[in-house]
């Protein structure tokens, strides 16, 4: 199938001649890409809209029309724009893969949905999966393992969470997205009581909660599933070797596993009791004895949603039957073993790793610039790249390297040099 891609910036999109069968927003993210090309591949029509130029599914074979929304997500202009891009593109299914995003779906459902079938989750079950206090405390009920911890509001609750649960320990906002100020929140390991009192404000400032919890070091694994109508069709694990951050971040290095027989059934469980329906991704991690705690749950396709797909579950195409009410192909097996990397991510990974050096969790810097190196001599598939559709790794790369070596990544060279220069003084 060729690309008849037409990138539109007009504040008005024109309706077009041909109905589309899907529209995907988040289109700077890989997960956007990877639903482009499952479904386009399969004969779908697709069109994308991100609030920026040069996103990587722009430039996929399988995008057909691209819209690039002149409004921030979350404002009113956005919303006029979307319902402008739903009427002129007549799309069936609108998929999305971001907090922010999902956030503001959950604002205007209602409304939207007079337009368009939604490729998520229906309340209370959304609304419990995106709060990690509320899932947690179900987990608890069922029997599933939750890290040791309490809630904290406010900097003055940070001495008794200390004296509980000691250093050192994970500050997490409940939820992950603050709507109203429409900014991300990050979780963060703290090892002294200033770093906690600090995260816990930063974390606090709009008025939220955060869950102050126990460090936990072993392996982290995630499980995802496509579940519907009382059903699961679909079932796939993976755990990660590094991510950015080092602890507990964005995976950028991951290996297909099959679905491990503890937290398998614990997943699952937790799954059907919130009737949590389309895809859904538990993350967990290990303590040093190996028992597994959940850590959160992902209402969305996550950002390492293609590794599933190479190993044979498309949960993309399975989330687009889902939504369009098509009959869901049942997915009994995948491939294991199989490896997957995301290159700038991994960079970035061994970069935090040198400036983050004898912190909790976080590999020596030379291990860590070894494992970097000894990774290339490891088959696996490269996030973006894929031959059949070349271009999106080409803008992917190009964003990259636009955004770390012009900015980011040479402000974090010059602190470790800084720090090396230090650490070379300081022996002499």
């Known amino acids: 199938m060729e690309s008849n891609q037409v990138i539109t910036r007009d504040s008005q999109p024109a309706r077009d001649q041909v109905t589309y069968d899907a529209l995907v927003l988040d289109a700077g993210l890989p997960q956007s890409l990877m639903t482009a090309r499952s479904l386009g591949s399969r004969g779908l029509r697709v069109a994308a809209l991100e609030t920026f130029a040069g996103a990587p599914t722009f430039s996929s074979r399988w995008c057909q029309k691209a819209f690039v929304c002149p409004a921030d997500v979350g404002t009113q202009d956005y919303l006029t724009y979307l319902e402008q891009v739903l009427d002129c593109t007549g799309a069936r299914v609108l998929i999305t893969s971001s907090d922010g995003t999902i956030a503001f779906i959950r604002r205007h459902r209602e409304q939207l949905e007079q337009k368009v079938r939604i490729a998520l989750a229906r309340e209370p079950a959304l609304g419990i999966a995106m709060n990690k206090e509320q899932t947690q405390e179900i987990a608890k009920q069922l029997g599933v393992g939750v890290p040791r911890g309490v809630e904290v509001k406010t900097v003055s609750e940070v001495e008794a969470a200390l004296h509980e649960i000691g250093l050192p320990a994970v500050v997490k906002p409940v939820e992950s997205w603050d709507e109203q100020h429409r900014t991300s929140m990050k979780s963060v390991l703290v090892t002294t009581p200033d770093e906690a009192r600090r995260a816990v404000e930063k974390l606090t400032r709009f008025g939220g909660a ?19 109508n009382g059903q699961v069709y679909a079932r796939f694990a993976q755990w990660t070797k590094r991510s950015t951050p080092p602890l507990g971040g964005t995976s950028v290095l991951h290996q297909r596993i099959a679905v491990p027989p503890d937290i398998g059934p614990q997943a699952e469980r937790l799954v059907r009791e919130i009737d949590l329906e389309g ?18 749950i992902n209402p969305r396709l996550n ?70 190196c000894a990774s290339f001599f490891t088959p696996m598939r490269y996030a973006y790249v894929d031959w059949k559709d070349p271009l999106p790794a080409v803008i992917a790369t190009a964003n990259f390297t636009g955004s770390w070596v012009g900015g980011a990544l040479m402000k974090r060279l010059s602190r470790l040099r800084c720090w090396l220069s230090q650490s070379f003084r300081g022996r002499r």
């Open 279 to 296: 895809y859904c991704q538990l993350e967990f991690r290990r303590d040093a004895v190996g028992k597994p705690y959940l850590m959160e």
């Open 210 to 228: 955060t869950l102050f919890q126990q460090f936990l070091s072993g392996e982290r694994e995630s499980l995802g599933f496509l579940y519907a």
């Open 303 to 372: 950002l390492t949603i293609e590794n599933a797909v190479y190993a044979g579950v498309d949960f993309p195409y399975l989330l687009y039957q889902w939504a369009s009410g098509d009959q869901i192909k049942v997915v009994n097996n995948y491939r294991v073993g199989g490896w997957m990397r995301d290159l700038g991510g991994d960079m970035m990974t061994t970069i935090q790793a040198l400036q983050q050096r004898g912190r909790p969790g976080v590999t020596p810097p030379a291990k860590a610039i070894l494992n970097f």
